[in-house]
């Protein structure tokens, strides 16, 4: 089952599901939240690659039916490169995958094999690497937060947010904040 819109990305993961000869179905996030969704699916993989709607917005969807999701197996993300280690940490859904619009087409072919039941590997989890603090400060960062007003909502020293924040940039691979910043910008762009 496949959540998409009619972008190239969600048309060639469609194709090349129906090209492997596996059952996809492709509907749209107004069908998942209208309940019009099959619920004996296993396997349901969402495009959050999207001209009209911003990754963070679709983002707070998701985690807003989180519990809906937690009866698939295997619930998989695809987001845009830049921004998936930010996703990661940011989604609330702990059996979900995130993947890229730059993934080879074998993870594509063994996300259709799990899905048959052919492969007996374990589900790929997030793998959080941000604490519960840096997570709260990273929500706030991207609420467009500055360090001394996350200082004042969390109770703590504004030094202390700068040295989570740096932390965030190291564990997420971001060399400087202006990157964060394009990083967090992009989120909010559709």
């Given at each position: 089952m496949l959540y998409t819109n009619d972008n190239l990305i969600g048309h060639s993961i469609y194709h090349y599901l129906i090209d492997s000869d596996e059952n996809a179905t492709r509907l749209s996030y107004e069908d998942f939240l209208h309940g019009n969704h099959n619920p004996d699916a296993q396997t349901v993989i969402f495009n959050l690659i999207n001209k009209d709607i911003s990754v963070i917005r679709l983002v707070?969807?998701?985690?807003?039916?989180?519990?809906?999701?937690?009866?698939?197996?295997?619930?998989?993300?695809?987001?845009?490169?830049?921004?998936?280690?930010?996703?990661r940490e940011l989604i609330k859904i702990d059996n979900a995958m995130i993947i890229t619009e730059k993934s080879?087409?074998?993870?594509f072919a063994s996300i259709a094999q799990r899905a048959s039941g052919v492969s007996q590997l374990?589900?790929?989890?997030?793998?959080?690497?941000?604490?519960?603090?840096?997570?709260?400060?990273?929500?706030?960062?991207?609420?467009?937060?500055?360090?001394?007003?996350?200082?004042?909502?969390?109770?703590?020293?504004h030094k202390t947010v700068h040295s989570h924040r740096i932390h965030i940039m190291q564990k997420l691979g971001i060399d400087n904040s202006r990157t964060m910043n394009q990083r967090i910008a992009a989120l909010h762009q559709c």
């Open positions: 707070g969807l998701l985690n807003t039916l989180r519990f809906s999701l937690l009866r698939y197996q295997q619930p998989v993300l695809v987001v845009k490169s830049e921004i998936a280690g930010l996703c080879p087409l074998t993870l374990p589900p790929q989890r997030l793998r959080k690497q941000l604490s519960q603090r840096e997570c709260q400060i990273l929500e706030l960062l991207i609420a467009n937060n500055n360090n001394k007003r996350i200082a004042a909502l969390l109770g703590i020293a």
